[in-house]
């Protein structure tokens, strides 16, 4: 109540002594709208941040995270059931669309040390007496590990990132028909176990070391947030880097007896059995390795010198799978636009978690929940979006985004003609505001967070977030960085349900979510309860009650611009930058002959078109609302704008994964959700294959020049309006 009184005195004084416009104008314009439109917007976002309320995303995470809700289990539709009601009580339009993918359910998973010493591994997460929800009532595994029944030596291989394998190589130690041991870290879980599968590993273990995120970081659950003893990381393997979504329906929405592939032929189920374990599981298989002394950066938090191997400790690795499809439920709730029903704002969050979930995902998805009760209290005091609003609690995402992707892919053709932009949120914690998404939204971003408070220092959460991307920043970028006085957003990789709307329809996208000071001990563990949520991260929920103002804001201001809040400047200055970080990659390499020239050409043709938008743009405040909702040139420029990303997308799709249209954005083939920009070029390039990344020069080139050819019809036709 005190921080909410503070806020509004700090807006009168401003609004008085500042810019001299109305009270309740913060800073002098929003992106997007006319001068004379200004004031009654803010105004109404106003009224929309006073609803989220911290009592209520309290009750609803109770609710859903109080028992395990894996998708496709009854308990994933539970929560759906849950939601919609929710949505339904408060007036909103939702509804479940069902679609079905393949996901496997473990129905043996035994893993033995059979030499020297023999040891059956627990995989087992027991039940904490201080938290009868911790209860271990999802098998621990590896969503789309491939069945096996083998027997090996065990090598232990750090990260088992692509560098650890090399490192293998230097040592002369050979993983063909090697069960590995790597820990969780470094890159994405789905990585290891394919780099361990095409350098001939029959099988993988993934474990926890207590250096990462137990013991050693820490005091673990319940003490401290760290991940106890027979904790352990469930997760996908899918190899999401070359399509997401159900395994069997690449491309196209997955319905309930619809085509779909043999499994045989599906590219991103694993080939080999991989399983997660713990650290108490993984010492007594590390105490029996011999070989060489691993690496010092090999080197776990476990009380016992690292070796590598191989052997002499083998195992006896049993894992096998039901292969059923199984149904999925997305919640959609639908406010329809008044005057531009046909161009959407969507904003999701998934609802599915591998055990109760907290933390992941239910932080986020509450958050959502309080998003939409907002909206609802607008619409009842009167208030009817220009654009139309779509709000989705996605299904299935741990296992590969299957929910949002098949419902991406079931609407492809209508969501590249309508949707405008896609926001995602995950789990959230405390700390400051983590953005990111595409460049041409940066600004429009930054003036939301500008105008959102944090509820421990009472600033706008702009404030902490420019802090923090600026110190995230390269150590050669950091000057420079702390000179642009904009809110540098990151691009995206993938790791969330943003990835089918950005990456494979190139659909605008902005990510958010709190976090930084929330530790992440138990990940995908049944030790992400309530419990813990309340203990060590977001306890009060001011923060989700934040990032509710956060999407809200963000989802009315799209919703209600005259002209949609694109800029592209900034994706100019950005590219340049990756033009200028792969110019450095390519000369150390010395029999790569690049030419980025083209390159930088498209990318300078995008900053002029980009500066004539800006141009115009800058005449369009004294315009006033009527006038410029009147006018026909509108729908031409927002067309334009709307369509503007897609123009970043080639429809042959990356090389070795044309699912993947984006050319600027993409996770890492070798990375997983690290992201790699301008992708066909470096990993080219990072690859050795130099042919493909001058090939990348072409599509990037072509990409860049036809949004500024796009950016360029848009200044003509905003100077139409404005002249
Ligand atoms: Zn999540």
Redesign the pocket.
């Given at each position: 109540m005190r921080r909410h009184l503070l806020s509004l005195a700090l807006l009168v004084v401003i609004g008085v002594t500042g810019s001299g416009l109305p009270t309740g104008a913060q800073s002098p314009a929003l992106r997007g709208f006319p001068d004379d439109a200004v004031a009654a917007q803010r105004q109404r976002e106003e009224q929309f941040r006073k609803v989220p309320d911290a009592a209520r995303l309290k009750e609803y995470m109770e609710a859903i995270a109080g028992e395990p809700h894996v998708a496709g289990q009854p308990s994933s539709k539970r929560v759906a059931d849950y939601a919609l009601a929710k949505f339904k009580s408060w007036g909103l339009d939702a509804q479940i669309e069902e679609f079905e993918a393949m996901m496997p359910w473990p129905i043996e998973t035994s893993v033995e040390l059979v030499a020297p010493e023999k040891y059956a591994l627990k995989i087992k997460e027991p039940v904490l007496p201080e938290d009868p929800d911790s209860g271990d009532q999802t098998p621990l595994y590896n969503a789309y590990s491939g069945d096996g029944d083998v027997t090996g030596d065990v090598v232990y291989v750090n990260y088992g990132m692509p560098a650890d394998f090399e490192k293998l190589k230097e040592l002369g130690i050979s993983v063909k028909g090697k069960i590995v041991l790597a820990r969780y870290g470094a890159g994405w879980r789905g990585i290891k176990p394919k780099v361990a599968y095409e350098n001939g590993a029959i099988g993988c273990l993934i474990y926890s070391d207590p250096r990462d995120d137990g013991y050693f970081a820490g005091d673990v659950y319940p003490a401290g947030p760290y991940r106890p003893e027979f904790g352990a990381q469930r997760g996908s393997v899918m190899d999401m880097p070359v399509h997401a979504g159900d395994p069997l329906t690449p491309g196209w929405g997955s319905e309930k007896g619809g085509r779909k592939n043999r499994r045989e032929d599906a590219v991103t189920i694993l080939k080999i059995p991989v399983l997660p374990v713990s650290y108490g599981d993984a010492l007594p298989i590390l105490k029996q390795l011999k070989g060489p002394v691993a690496p010092t950066e090999w080197r776990g938090g476990l009380p016992l010198t690292y070796h590598v191997g191989p052997g002499p400790a083998k195992l006896h690795m049993k894992l096998a799978f039901d292969w059923q499809n199984r149904p999925l439920h997305d919640v959609i709730v639908t406010i329809p636009g008044t005057t531009r029903p046909d161009e959407w704002i969507i904003f999701g969050n998934?609802h599915d978690a591998w055990v109760s979930g907290a933390d992941?995902?239910t932080s986020g998805a509450v958050s959502l929940m309080e998003t939409a009760r907002g909206l609802s209290e607008m619409l009842k005091s009167g208030w009817r979006p220009s654009r139309t609003i779509k709000l989705a609690l996605w299904d299935g995402?741990?296992w590969g985004l299957l929910g949002s992707t098949e419902w991406a892919e079931q609407h492809d053709a209508e969501l590249k003609q309508k949707a405008v932009v896609y926001i995602n949120s995950?789990?959230t914690g405390k700390g400051w505001l983590n953005a990111g998404g595409s460049h041409g939204l940066q600004q429009f971003l930054g003036e939301v967070a500008k105008d959102v408070m944090d509820p421990r220092t009472g600033k706008p959460v702009f404030d902490e977030a420019r802090r923090r991307a600026v110190l995230g920043e390269p150590e050669a970028e950091r000057k420079t960085a702390e000179a642009d006085p904009s809110l540098r957003i990151a691009p995206l990789g993938s790791g969330?349900d943003f990835t089918p709307f950005l990456q494979h329809l190139t659909i605008s996208a902005l990510s958010v979510g709190f976090g930084g000071e929330s530790p992440g001990g138990v990940y995908h563990s049944a030790y992400d309860t309530v419990k813990w949520y309340q203990t060590y991260s977001d306890g009060d929920y001011a923060y989700g009650r934040t990032l509710s103002q956060v999407t809200g804001t963000l989802v009315m201001r799209l919703a209600d611009a005259p002209v949609l809040p694109f800029q592209f400047t900034d994706t100019a200055d950005t590219l340049m930058r990756y033009v200028v970080e792969l110019e450095k990659l390519a000369a150390t390499k010395k029999d790569a002959k690049l030419d980025m020239a083209p390159v930088r050409a498209a990318v300078e043709s995008l900053r002029k078109a980009g500066v004539a938008y800006e141009k115009a743009y800058a005449s369009l405040n004294k315009v006033p609302a009527a006038t410029l909702n009147s006018r026909k040139e509108l729908t031409t420029v927002n067309k334009l704008l709307q369509s503007s990303e897609q123009k970043l997308g080639n429809s042959d799709g990356l090389p070795r994964r044309d699912w993947f249209k984006h050319q600027i954005y993409a996770p890492g083939f070798y990375t997983g959700y690290g992201v790699k920009t301008m992708p066909q070029i470096r990993e080219g390039l990072e690859e050795g294959r130099y042919t493909e990344a001058q090939g990348g020069v072409r599509t990037v080139s072509a990409a860049v020049n036809a949004l500024a050819v796009q950016v360029d019809q848009a200044a003509q036709a905003l100077q139409q309006i404005v002249k």
């Open positions: 998934h992941d995902p995402e741990e995950d789990g969330s």
